[in-house]
């Protein structure tokens, strides 16, 4: 029997909310357990009732989902979070992938496309394939920052674990990582759960972030 996908929905319209449940109240895979009208609430909420998914939108009052989305993923055993909301501004794509979101969604997606993305984080992937996403991330990594420079962590990695950093960066699977480098799929499986350690990364969507900010990936780079 499958195990339903437990998914907390974090909006500040109530419309919104009734909206995604009737939704996902439609899906043999899922179940809402719980709302959040606002960051603070969806926090609290993820503390309590500790769903396998919460959808949180950014711009909410107090607390916003940026902020919201930094909190969840410091808390032990955190679900996976995916950004849904209706402003794509490039920023708010970036923050929220730094912040530790698994994805970015608008809301003028397809129900299918909803599901299926919720389906896609629960399973501990990341939603990196839109192009809109690869664009962004590329035009931040290249915009000058104090901020951005080399992590000394960088240094722990071994030279076979910065080759794999460039490949996920490039948007490699595990699986295209394993026929490139000629290894079994559980040595980079292996390989990319170390880079996560050692670089005090959450998921994959940070680790393209990491490659691009250490100057491993550049806009353009095949």
Known sequence: M???ISVLIADDEAIVRDGLRTILDLENDMTVVG?????????AAIRELRPDVALVDIRMPGLDGIEATRQIVRAPNPPRVLVLTTFDRNEYVYEAMKAGASGFLLKDVRRHQLTDAIRTVARGETLLAPTITRRLIEEFCTRPSPATTTPPELAALTPREVEVL?????????????AELVVAETT??????????????SDRAQAVIAA???????????
């Open 188 to 201: 980079a499986k292996t390989h990319v759960a170390h880079i996560l350690a050692k670089l005090s990364l």
């Open 2 to 4: 499958t195990v339903a």
């Open 35 to 43: 709302e959040a009208a606002d960051g603070a609430q969806a926090v």
């Open 212 to 222: 691009y900010e250490t100057g491993l990936i550049r806009p353009g780079m095949r």
């Open 166 to 178: 460039t490949l996920i960066g490039r948007g490699r699977s595990n699986a295209d990582i394993a």
